[in-house]
């Protein structure tokens, strides 16, 4: 059974930096792109960012590019989203999500429950 | 950036009545479109992709269609248990993926 766990959500002060992490099991881990997609209280879904397996290519939205990283320990089979320089609008749930293809970066048949990131002083 | 606009933003349906959100992207996206379902307080679910292909396990009462531009999906003989935000996603041009605001499926 695939499973996705996501974890190290918490409450920052602006400027502040956290970093998730997301524990993927029951499928074969370098074959599938992982992604990191973000719901703002109330609101709808925002892709983040992609790790491709593929070439180990990564991609980000505009709005965290530059201080959003992230990263897979194949090892472990984790995923990890270093998050730095945070900002009131990056409060929200952040799902970690499986793609659906093989070597891809498409859309997700798995997501984590999510772990709630609140940035405020 | 691909904007993905859905509509509309609240679908109110009877049980048993069948219901139609649409979703519309500002340049073709070809068939390069999924849905998910998204139950109060829980993660989202993927529903469809390529835009009429059902994913493992969903009801034969979920049906997309569409391409290019205009997209659908159906709820067919609505239940309760499809009390939801629905919303599509696209895959054809990215970064970024990109998906629409959410429809809310209400039942009457």
């Known amino acids: 059974e695939v499973q996705v766990l996501e974890a190290g959500g918490g409450l920052v002060q602006p400027g502040g930096s956290l970093r998730l992490s997301c524990a993927a099991s029951?499928?074969?881990?370098?074959?599938?792109?992982m992604s990191w997609v973000r719901q703002a209280p109330g609101k709808g879904l925002e892709w983040v960012t992609a790790?491709?397996?593929?070439?180990?290519?990564?991609y980000f939205a505009d709005s965290v590019k530059g201080r959003f990283t992230i990263s897979t320990d194949s090892s472990k089979n984790m995923v990890y989203l270093q998050m730095n320089r945070l900002r009131a609008e990056d409060t929200a749930v952040y799902y970690c999500?499986?793609?659906?293809?093989?070597?891809?970066?498409?859309?997700?048949?798995?997501w984590g429950q999510g772990t709630l990131v609140t940035v405020s002083s | 950036e691909i904007v993905m606009t859905q509509s509309p933003d609240t679908l109110s349906v009877s049980p048993g009545e069948s219901g139609t959100l649409s979703c519309r992207a500002s340049?073709?996206?070809?068939?390069?479109l999924a849905w998910y379902q998204q139950k109060p307080g829980q993660a989202p679910r993927l529903l469809i992709y390529?835009?009429?292909t059902r994913a493992t396990g969903v009801s034969a009462r979920f049906s997309g269609s569409g391409s290019g531009t205009e997209f659908t999906l159906t709820i067919s003989s609505l239940q309760s248990e499809d009390l939801a935000v629905y919303y599509c996603?696209?895959?054809?041009?990215?970064?970024?993926?990109?998906f629409g605001g959410g429809t809310k499926v209400e039942i009457k």
């Open positions: 999500a499986k793609d659906f293809t093989i070597f891809g970066v498409a859309f997700f048949d798995h």
């Open positions: 029951g499928f074969t881990f370098n074959n599938y792109a």
């Open positions: 790790f491709s397996v593929k070439d180990g290519t990564t």
């Open positions: 340049q073709s996206v070809k068939r390069n």
């Open positions: 390529g835009a009429s």
């Open positions: 996603q696209q895959y054809n041009d990215w970064p970024p993926l990109t």
